[in-house]
Protein backbone atom coordinates (compact mmCIF):
# COMPACT_ATOMS: atom_id res chain seq x y z
CA UNK A 1 0.00 0.00 0.00
CA UNK A 2 1.70 2.74 -1.20
CA UNK A 3 0.59 6.90 -0.45
CA UNK A 4 0.16 9.26 -3.33
CA UNK A 5 -0.28 12.22 -1.39
CA UNK A 6 0.81 13.82 1.67
CA UNK A 7 0.00 16.13 4.55
CA UNK A 8 2.83 16.26 7.06
CA UNK A 9 2.59 17.21 10.71
CA UNK A 10 5.35 18.40 13.23
CA UNK A 11 4.82 17.04 16.98
CA UNK A 12 5.05 19.75 19.23
CA UNK A 13 5.67 17.26 22.53
CA UNK A 14 7.09 14.02 23.05
CA UNK A 15 4.61 11.65 23.07
CA UNK A 16 4.53 8.76 25.29
CA UNK A 17 2.55 6.49 23.81
CA UNK A 18 2.37 2.79 23.90
CA UNK A 19 0.75 0.55 20.91
CA UNK A 20 -0.96 -1.93 23.37
CA UNK A 21 -2.56 1.72 24.94
CA UNK A 22 -3.39 3.08 21.50
CA UNK A 23 -5.01 0.35 19.95
CA UNK A 24 -6.97 -0.15 23.65
CA UNK A 25 -7.59 3.52 23.16
CA UNK A 26 -8.82 3.31 19.51
CA UNK A 27 -10.63 -0.03 19.43
CA UNK A 28 -13.32 2.95 21.77
CA UNK A 29 -13.95 4.37 18.49
CA UNK A 30 -13.65 1.09 15.58
CA UNK A 31 -15.43 0.91 12.49
CA UNK A 32 -18.79 -0.52 12.63
CA UNK A 33 -21.18 -0.37 9.36
CA UNK A 34 -24.17 2.22 9.13
CA UNK A 35 -27.45 0.95 10.42
CA UNK A 36 -30.80 1.27 8.33
CA UNK A 37 -31.16 5.01 9.33
CA UNK A 38 -27.79 6.35 9.29
CA UNK A 39 -26.17 8.29 6.71
CA UNK A 40 -22.92 7.72 7.11
CA UNK A 41 -20.55 5.71 10.21
CA UNK A 42 -16.46 6.26 10.53
CA UNK A 43 -13.98 4.96 12.74
CA UNK A 44 -10.49 2.96 13.01
CA UNK A 45 -9.99 -0.10 11.22
CA UNK A 46 -7.16 -2.29 10.69
CA UNK A 47 -4.70 -1.17 8.17
CA UNK A 48 -4.77 -4.80 6.91
CA UNK A 49 -7.77 -5.83 4.61
CA UNK A 50 -8.49 -8.92 6.80
CA UNK A 51 -6.14 -8.00 9.67
CA UNK A 52 -8.08 -7.55 13.49
CA UNK A 53 -5.32 -4.90 15.23
CA UNK A 54 -6.00 -1.27 14.22
CA UNK A 55 -2.77 -0.56 14.49
CA UNK A 56 0.34 -2.09 12.71
CA UNK A 57 3.94 -0.99 13.70
CA UNK A 58 7.09 -1.02 12.07
CA UNK A 59 10.88 0.19 13.18
CA UNK A 60 8.41 2.73 15.47
CA UNK A 61 6.42 3.93 12.56
CA UNK A 62 2.90 3.17 13.35
CA UNK A 63 0.22 3.06 10.75
CA UNK A 64 -3.62 4.29 11.43
CA UNK A 65 -6.44 3.64 9.29
CA UNK A 66 -9.48 5.76 9.50
CA UNK A 67 -12.76 3.76 7.45
CA UNK A 68 -15.54 5.96 6.83
CA UNK A 69 -19.32 4.28 5.09
CA UNK A 70 -21.48 6.39 3.67
CA UNK A 71 -25.35 5.93 1.98
CA UNK A 72 -25.42 6.62 -1.52
CA UNK A 73 -28.93 8.55 -1.73
CA UNK A 74 -28.72 10.69 -5.11
CA UNK A 75 -30.30 14.34 -4.24
CA UNK A 76 -31.86 13.51 -7.52
CA UNK A 77 -34.07 10.80 -6.52
CA UNK A 78 -35.11 12.17 -3.40
CA UNK A 79 -36.36 15.39 -4.94
CA UNK A 80 -38.28 13.46 -7.70
CA UNK A 81 -40.19 11.66 -5.20
CA UNK A 82 -40.80 14.60 -3.18
CA UNK A 83 -42.15 16.88 -6.32
CA UNK A 84 -44.16 13.69 -7.19
CA UNK A 85 -45.54 13.46 -3.11
CA UNK A 86 -46.07 17.61 -3.57
CA UNK A 87 -47.97 17.44 -6.58
CA UNK A 88 -50.41 14.81 -5.36
CA UNK A 89 -51.03 16.97 -1.79
CA UNK A 90 -51.59 20.57 -4.22
CA UNK A 91 -53.84 18.15 -6.50
CA UNK A 92 -55.91 16.49 -3.61
CA UNK A 93 -56.01 19.50 -1.05
CA UNK A 94 -56.16 22.35 -4.05
CA UNK A 95 -53.34 24.01 -1.74
CA UNK A 96 -49.62 24.80 -2.33
CA UNK A 97 -47.78 22.84 0.25
CA UNK A 98 -45.37 25.18 2.57
CA UNK A 99 -41.93 24.77 3.39
CA UNK A 100 -42.16 23.00 6.25
CA UNK A 101 -44.07 20.81 5.62
CA UNK A 102 -42.40 19.86 2.39
CA UNK A 103 -39.23 19.59 4.59
CA UNK A 104 -41.42 16.80 6.33
CA UNK A 105 -41.98 15.05 3.71
CA UNK A 106 -38.11 14.93 2.51
CA UNK A 107 -37.41 13.76 5.44
CA UNK A 108 -39.62 11.07 5.39
CA UNK A 109 -38.37 10.64 1.60
CA UNK A 110 -35.23 9.97 3.23
CA UNK A 111 -36.34 7.61 6.13
CA UNK A 112 -37.85 5.44 3.40
CA UNK A 113 -35.09 4.92 0.95
CA UNK A 114 -31.99 4.61 3.35
CA UNK A 115 -32.16 1.05 3.66
CA UNK A 116 -32.68 0.24 0.37
CA UNK A 117 -29.53 2.66 -0.39
CA UNK A 118 -26.25 1.38 -1.64
CA UNK A 119 -23.06 1.94 0.69
CA UNK A 120 -19.99 3.14 -0.33
CA UNK A 121 -16.44 2.78 1.92
CA UNK A 122 -13.25 5.06 1.95
CA UNK A 123 -9.91 5.39 4.01
CA UNK A 124 -8.16 7.53 5.25
CA UNK A 125 -4.02 6.52 6.09
CA UNK A 126 -1.04 7.53 8.19
CA UNK A 127 1.35 6.89 10.33
CA UNK A 128 2.72 8.41 13.30
CA UNK A 129 6.59 8.40 14.27
CA UNK A 130 6.94 9.66 17.42
CA UNK A 131 10.93 9.50 17.18
CA UNK A 132 10.77 11.70 14.09
CA UNK A 133 8.15 13.93 15.68
CA UNK A 134 6.26 13.55 12.56
CA UNK A 135 2.64 12.68 11.51
CA UNK A 136 1.91 11.86 7.97
CA UNK A 137 -1.76 11.52 6.57
CA UNK A 138 -2.40 10.26 2.69
CA UNK A 139 -4.59 12.45 1.49
CA UNK A 140 -4.81 15.74 -0.93
CA UNK A 141 -7.25 17.70 0.91
CA UNK A 142 -6.44 20.00 4.55
CA UNK A 143 -10.36 18.38 5.29
CA UNK A 144 -9.42 14.75 5.33
CA UNK A 145 -6.46 15.18 6.96
CA UNK A 146 -7.57 16.79 9.67
CA UNK A 147 -10.83 14.47 10.49
CA UNK A 148 -7.68 11.63 10.74
CA UNK A 149 -5.76 13.99 13.40
CA UNK A 150 -9.66 14.70 14.97
CA UNK A 151 -10.37 11.52 15.67
CA UNK A 152 -6.69 10.37 16.98
CA UNK A 153 -7.18 13.44 19.13
CA UNK A 154 -10.51 12.11 20.32
CA UNK A 155 -9.54 8.67 20.66
CA UNK A 156 -6.22 9.80 22.55
CA UNK A 157 -6.95 12.98 24.31
CA UNK A 158 -4.42 14.98 22.99
CA UNK A 159 -2.45 15.40 19.51
CA UNK A 160 -0.07 18.28 20.00
CA UNK A 161 0.87 18.73 16.03
CA UNK A 162 1.39 22.26 13.69
CA UNK A 163 2.06 21.87 9.96
CA UNK A 164 5.78 20.86 9.09
CA UNK A 165 5.37 24.32 7.28
CA UNK A 166 3.77 27.33 8.95
CA UNK A 167 4.92 29.37 5.70
CA UNK A 168 5.16 29.54 2.01
CA UNK A 169 7.87 28.41 -0.03
CA UNK A 170 7.11 29.43 -3.08
CA UNK A 171 9.67 32.07 -3.05
CA UNK A 172 12.58 29.02 -2.67
CA UNK A 173 10.75 27.35 -5.51
CA UNK A 174 10.75 29.89 -7.71
CA UNK A 175 14.39 30.63 -7.29
CA UNK A 176 15.02 27.24 -8.31
CA UNK A 177 13.99 28.08 -11.37
CA UNK A 178 14.94 31.37 -11.77
CA UNK A 179 18.13 31.30 -10.33
CA UNK A 180 18.92 27.56 -11.17
CA UNK A 181 19.52 27.02 -7.90
CA UNK A 182 17.62 23.70 -7.54
CA UNK A 183 19.52 21.14 -5.04
CA UNK A 184 21.56 18.41 -6.37
CA UNK A 185 19.23 15.77 -5.98
CA UNK A 186 16.60 17.34 -7.11
CA UNK A 187 15.31 17.14 -11.28
CA UNK A 188 12.45 19.72 -12.32
CA UNK A 189 9.98 18.00 -14.31
CA UNK A 190 8.38 19.27 -17.31
CA UNK A 191 4.95 20.63 -15.02
CA UNK A 192 4.23 23.96 -12.89
CA UNK A 193 2.13 26.05 -12.04
CA UNK A 194 2.47 29.81 -11.93
CA UNK A 195 0.18 32.42 -9.93
CA UNK A 196 0.57 36.16 -9.04
CA UNK A 197 0.39 37.91 -5.59
CA UNK A 198 -2.98 39.23 -5.62
CA UNK A 199 -6.15 37.17 -5.13
CA UNK A 200 -7.12 38.17 -8.91
CA UNK A 201 -3.95 37.43 -10.73
CA UNK A 202 -4.14 34.69 -13.67
CA UNK A 203 -2.81 31.45 -13.00
CA UNK A 204 -0.63 29.83 -15.87
CA UNK A 205 -0.03 26.42 -15.90
CA UNK A 206 2.81 24.01 -17.77
CA UNK A 207 2.99 20.94 -18.90
CA UNK A 208 5.13 19.16 -21.17
CA UNK A 209 7.31 21.95 -21.37
CA UNK A 210 10.97 22.33 -19.73
CA UNK A 211 10.74 24.69 -17.36
CA UNK A 212 14.01 26.79 -17.95
CA UNK A 213 13.04 27.83 -21.47
CA UNK A 214 12.49 31.72 -21.67
CA UNK A 215 8.99 31.63 -21.90
CA UNK A 216 8.62 30.15 -19.14
CA UNK A 217 10.86 32.13 -17.39
CA UNK A 218 9.30 35.34 -18.26
CA UNK A 219 6.66 34.53 -16.23
CA UNK A 220 8.58 34.62 -12.85
CA UNK A 221 10.16 37.60 -14.79
CA UNK A 222 6.02 39.37 -14.72
CA UNK A 223 5.78 39.23 -10.91
CA UNK A 224 4.27 35.04 -11.14
CA UNK A 225 5.51 32.91 -8.53
CA UNK A 226 6.02 29.09 -8.47
CA UNK A 227 3.07 27.69 -6.34
CA UNK A 228 3.31 23.76 -7.63
CA UNK A 229 6.46 22.13 -9.32
CA UNK A 230 6.96 18.78 -10.20
CA UNK A 231 10.36 16.84 -9.06
CA UNK A 232 12.03 14.10 -9.04
CA UNK A 233 13.84 13.71 -5.57
CA UNK A 234 17.13 11.49 -4.81
CA UNK A 235 16.13 8.93 -7.80
CA UNK A 236 13.53 7.36 -4.92
CA UNK A 237 9.94 9.76 -5.95
CA UNK A 238 8.15 11.95 -8.07
CA UNK A 239 5.62 14.53 -7.09
CA UNK A 240 3.87 17.67 -6.89
CA UNK A 241 5.45 19.69 -4.29
CA UNK A 242 2.99 22.39 -3.75
CA UNK A 243 3.78 26.33 -1.47
CA UNK A 244 2.31 24.68 1.57
CA UNK A 245 4.23 22.25 1.65
CA UNK A 246 1.70 19.47 0.33
CA UNK A 247 2.92 16.57 -2.08
CA UNK A 248 0.35 15.37 -4.27
CA UNK A 249 0.69 12.47 -7.06
CA UNK A 250 3.61 10.62 -4.88
CA UNK A 251 5.17 7.85 -6.58
CA UNK A 252 8.03 5.59 -5.59
CA UNK A 253 10.52 4.72 -8.29
CA UNK A 254 11.07 1.47 -9.61
CA UNK A 255 14.55 1.87 -7.66
CA UNK A 256 12.54 1.98 -4.38
CA UNK A 257 10.03 -0.40 -5.22
CA UNK A 258 11.94 -3.23 -6.79
CA UNK A 259 14.17 -3.76 -3.30
CA UNK A 260 10.74 -5.82 -1.77
CA UNK A 261 10.57 -7.84 -4.93
CA UNK A 262 12.13 -11.14 -3.36
CA UNK A 263 8.41 -11.11 -1.38
CA UNK A 264 6.63 -13.50 -2.79
CA UNK A 265 3.00 -11.80 -3.77
CA UNK A 266 1.37 -14.62 -2.48
CA UNK A 267 2.71 -13.57 0.76
CA UNK A 268 0.23 -10.68 1.35
CA UNK A 269 0.89 -9.65 5.16
CA UNK A 270 4.62 -9.70 4.64
CA UNK A 271 4.27 -7.40 1.34
CA UNK A 272 2.41 -5.48 3.22
CA UNK A 273 4.52 -5.20 6.04
CA UNK A 274 7.54 -4.57 4.09
CA UNK A 275 5.99 -2.17 1.79
CA UNK A 276 4.35 -0.03 4.74
CA UNK A 277 8.09 -0.36 6.48
CA UNK A 278 9.72 1.33 3.00
CA UNK A 279 7.72 3.67 1.93
CA UNK A 280 7.27 5.13 5.78
CA UNK A 281 10.98 5.27 5.95
CA UNK A 282 11.29 7.07 2.17
CA UNK A 283 8.71 9.46 3.70
CA UNK A 284 10.50 10.70 7.09
CA UNK A 285 13.81 10.99 4.71
CA UNK A 286 12.20 13.11 2.38
CA UNK A 287 10.30 15.09 5.21
CA UNK A 288 13.55 15.19 7.13
CA UNK A 289 15.04 16.96 3.40
CA UNK A 290 12.03 19.31 3.08
CA UNK A 291 12.46 20.49 6.77
CA UNK A 292 16.42 20.94 5.84
CA UNK A 293 15.97 22.36 2.69
CA UNK A 294 13.52 24.79 3.51
CA UNK A 295 14.93 25.67 7.02
CA UNK A 296 11.47 24.47 8.62
CA UNK A 297 13.21 24.37 12.06
CA UNK A 298 14.02 28.06 12.40
CA UNK A 299 10.66 29.02 11.68
Keep these: MWFKNLKLFAITQPLDWQEDDLEQK ?9 NSQELSTMGFSSPF ?3 SSLIHSAQGRIWITLKKQERILPAVVVNAELAEKVAQIETETG ?5 KAKQDLKEEIIRRLLPQAFTKNSFIHGFISTKDNLVVVDSSADGKAEVFLAMIRKAMTSLPVVPLSRKSIQGELTSWLQDSSAPSDVILLEE ?9 DS ?4 KNQELMDDEILQHISAGKFVHKLAIEWDESLTAMLEEDLSVKRLKFTDVVKEQNDDIAKEDKLARLDADFTLMSGEIVRFSQWLTK ?4 DQD
Excluded: D, H, N, W
Design 192 to 200: AEFRGQGEE
Design 49 to 51: ESG
Design 203 to 206: IVRV
Design 293 to 296: TFAL
Design 26 to 34: LAEFKFRPC
Design 95 to 99: SAVGK
